[in-house]
C-alpha cells in the first residue's frame, strides 16, 4: 500500500473524495493525522507525532467543487509506525472497505474484516469496531430491523395480489401494534402439495439471529422424486406451545382455503411436546411420527455410541414384532441407560412395526434440508429473510418444471429406479399363484407372500414405500399385469410435474408498495456485542473440590452458621 502517495497539484472531485484519498493514504503509510482546520473550502492537517514536520494544505477552486492540493511540506520524521488501532480507520472507514464483501458473503465474519485489514493494510483495529462495522454495513444494505417489520403488512398485501390464493398474514400484540407472528403459505405451494405431493408434512424450527431475533416455522413436504417441497413458513417472536397451536391452525385455514377435503395427513417433527399437541388439537385425524434423524443424532450425542445409533435404525426398520423386540434387547445390552431414555419416545411414532399411518418411505424429516435455504440470511432484517425464501422458491419451481419437462418414464426417476431394481431382482424368483390376488414368491434366501388385492408384501417394502417391490413385481409381472398401476399416483411424473404446475410470481420493489398500518418490532431484542460463551477451564476439571467443615460438630458439608446440630438436639430433649 505504499503506492497510495498524494502530490501538490493532485485534483479530486470534491472535498469528501480529498477526505477520503488522504484518510486512506494515512492508513496505508501508518501515521496518524491531526486536522487543523476542515471546511468545505480548505483543509490543512499534519502529522499527529510530536516534532513531526509533515503538513499538507488543500482548497476549493472558487467556481467548481474540485479541491486541489497546494502545498506538502516535511517529511515524516515519525517512523510512521501507527499500527494498532489506527484513528483514522474509522467504523464508517470499515464500511467502505467491506461493503462489496459483505454482498457476496453475508456471513463475512468480523475476524475475517481483521484479517483482511491486516493482510491490506497493515493494521490492526478492536474486534468490537469490526462488529459494528458489519451490522452498519449490513443495515446500509438490507434496511434496518426495523424497518423490516414495519414492511410486512405492504408485503403480505403484494404477495396476495401478484399470487392470487396465497394465505399471508401478520399479527400484532399490544396497543402499539408489536409485531407477534407472521405466517405466509403461496398459492403454487398450497396447489402443489394438494394435486402432486405425497401426504406428508415435516414441521420444525430455526432461530433467527437478527436484531429481535425470533424463530423461523416451517411446514414442508416431499414431492414424487424425494425433493423438499416447501407448504408454509412463518415467523414468530417467540417460539412455544402457543406459537405452534397458532401456526397449524393457520396451516389448516391455509389448507381449507385450497381445497374441500383435506386428505388424510402423516406429520414429521423433532417430537417436542408443543408441536405434538398442535398437530393433536388441529389435525386430530392424522398421524404423527418422530424424525429418526433426530432420535439418531439425540442418542449419539447423549451415549456417544454408534453402536446404538445403528441398532436404533435397525430397530425402526424391523418389519416383525419379533425382530424389533430383538434390536431393542440389543440396545438394553449395549446401555441400559439409552433404553430407558428411548422409552420416553413411544415405539407407535417412530417403529414400521407399529405406526399406524403412511410415511411413503420418509423416516426422517426434510426441515434441515429447507433451513439450509435461509442459513446463510439469518442475521438480515426480517423482509429480507422472507424475500430469499420467495426467490430460492421461484427458483427451485421453474427449475424443477422445466427438468421433468424432459421426462419420458411413467414415474419420477426415484421411483423407475426402485421398479427396475425390483425387475432385476424378480427375475431369479419363483411365483405360485394362490387365487386371483395372492401370491407366493420364493428367493433362494426366503419365501414371501404377495397380496395385489391390499397392495402388501410379507416383507412390508410396498406398503412402506408404496411402490411395488420386487416380490411384487415378480408376482405381478408373472400374471402380465401393469406394474406402473400398482404404483402409488404421487410417484407419477404427471403428479410430480402437476405439484410445480403453478409459477411462484415475483413480488414489485418497495417503492412500488402502500404501507398500510404500522408494525413495531418486538420488544425483545439481541444484547449488543459479541454473544457470551461458557468456557470450561481445564485446571478447574482437573482441580479438587473445596470440601467445608463445620467447626462446631467437626461434620463436613455444612458451615458453622448452617448447623443443625443444637436444633436436633433440642427436639429430642422435648
Not at 440470511?377 to 426467490?391: F, G, N, S, T, W
Amino acid at each position: 500500500m505504499e503506492d497510495q502517495n498524494i502530490f501538490v497539484g493532485q485534483e479530486f472531485p470534491d472535498v469528501k473524495a480529498f477526505r477520503n484519498a488522504i484518510k486512506e493514504a494515512a492508513i496505508a503509510q501508518h501515521f496518524e493525522l491531526r486536522i487543523v482546520k476542515s471546511d468545505l473550502i480548505r483543509y490543512i492537517a499534519k502529522c499527529a507525532s510530536e516534532g513531526c514536520p509533515w503538513r499538507i494544505r488543500a482548497i476549493k477552486h472558487p467556481n467548481a467543487p474540485t479541491f486541489t492540493i497546494r502545498s506538502l511540506e516535511g517529511t515524516h520524521t515519525c517512523g510512521k509506525n501507527a499500527q494498532n488501532g489506527h484513528h483514522q480507520a474509522s467504523v464508517d472507514w470499515i464500511v467502505n472497505f467491506i461493503e462489496e464483501r459483505l454482498r457476496d458473503n453475508i456471513n463475512y465474519k468480523p475476524k475475517d474484516i481483521l484479517h483482511d485489514i491486516y493482510k491490506q493494510y497493515g493494521i490492526t483495529i478492536p474486534y468490537k469496531q469490526a462488529w459494528r462495522a458489519k451490522e452498519r454495513g449490513l443495515q446500509a444494505i438490507y434496511g434496518s430491523s426495523e424497518e423490516g417489520y414495519c414492511l410486512l403488512p405492504a408485503y403480505c398485501e403484494q404477495i396476495k395480489k401478484t399470487n392470487p390464493g396465497s394465505h399471508a398474514e401478520v399479527f400484532t400484540a399490544g396497543s402499539d401494534s408489536r409485531f407477534q407472528r407472521f405466517f405466509i403459505s403461496f398459492c403454487a405451494s398450497l396447489h402443489g402439495f394438494l394435486n402432486g405431493c405425497l401426504p406428508v408434512i415435516c414441521l420444525g424450527g430455526i432461530q433467527l439471529k437478527s436484531k429481535y431475533l425470533g424463530t423461523l416455522l416451517s411446514a414442508t413436504s416431499f414431492d414424487g422424486d424425494g425433493g423438499v417441497f416447501p407448504l408454509a413458513f412463518g415467523v414468530v417472536d417467540e417460539e412455544n406451545d402457543d406459537s405452534w397451536m397458532w401456526f397449524l391452525l393457520e396451516l389448516r385455514k391455509a389448507l381449507e382455503m385450497s381445497t374441500e377435503k383435506i386428505p388424510p395427513l402423516t406429520f414429521l417433527s423433532d417430537g417436542q411436546k408443543s408441536i405434538a399437541d398442535a398437530v393433536k388439537r388441529k389435525f386430530p385425524s392424522s398421524c404423527h411420527a418422530i424424525c429418526l434423524q433426530y432420535l439418531s443424532e439425540s442418542i449419539s450425542r447423549d451415549f456417544k455410541n454408534s453402536r446404538l445409533v445403528q441398532l436404533l435404525w435397525k430397530a425402526a426398520y424391523s418389519t416383525s414384532t419379533r425382530g424389533f423386540k430383538e434390536k431393542m434387547a440389543e440396545i438394553e445390552e449395549v446401555s441400559s441407560d439409552a433404553a430407558t431414555w428411548l422409552l420416553q419416545y413411544p415405539p407407535s411414532r417412530w417403529a414400521l412395526i407399529h405406526f399406524d399411518g403412511t410415511r411413503y418411505g420418509h423416516f426422517s424429516s426434510n426441515i434441515y434440508e429447507f433451513n439450509k435455504w435461509i442459513l446463510e440470511a439469518r442475521e438480515l432484517p426480517i423482509i429480507q429473510v422472507i424475500k430469499r425464501i420467495h426467490c430460492k422458491l421461484t427458483e427451485e419451481f421453474e427449475l424443477r418444471r422445466s427438468r421433468s419437462s424432459t421426462w419420458s418414464s411413467i414415474l419420477s426417476p426415484s421411483a423407475e429406479k426402485r421398479i427396475m431394481d425390483g425387475r432385476t431382482h424378480a427375475s431369479t424368483y419363483q411365483v405360485l399363484r394362490s387365487d386371483e390376488v395372492e401370491f407366493e414368491v420364493i428367493s433362494a434366501e426366503r419365501s414371501d407372500i404377495v397380496n395385489t388385492g391390499t397392495r402388501s408384501c410379507s416383507c412390508r417394502d410396498w406398503q412402506l414405500y408404496r411402490i411395488p417391490c420386487s416380490h411384487a413385481v415378480a408376482a405381478l409381472t408373472s400374471y402380465k399385469k401393469d406394474v406402473y398401476a400398482f404404483t402409488d399416483k404421487y410417484f407419477t411424473a404427471a403428479s410430480y410435474r402437476e405439484s410445480y404446475s403453478k409459477e411462484v410470481h415475483p413480488i414489485p420493489d418497495k417503492l412500488e408498495w402502500s404501507r398500510t398500518r404500522l408494525v413495531r418490532p418486538p420488544k425483545f431484542r439481541r444484547p449488543p456485542g459479541r454473544p457470551e460463551k461458557k468456557r470450561l477451564c481445564v485446571e478447574d476439571l482437573n482441580r479438587e473440590k473445596h470440601t467445608v467443615h463445620c467447626s462446631k460438630c467437626n461434620q463436613t458439608g455444612h458451615y458453622k452458621t448452617t448447623c443443625k446440630t443444637e436444633v436436633v438436639q433440642t427436639t429430642q430433649q422435648f
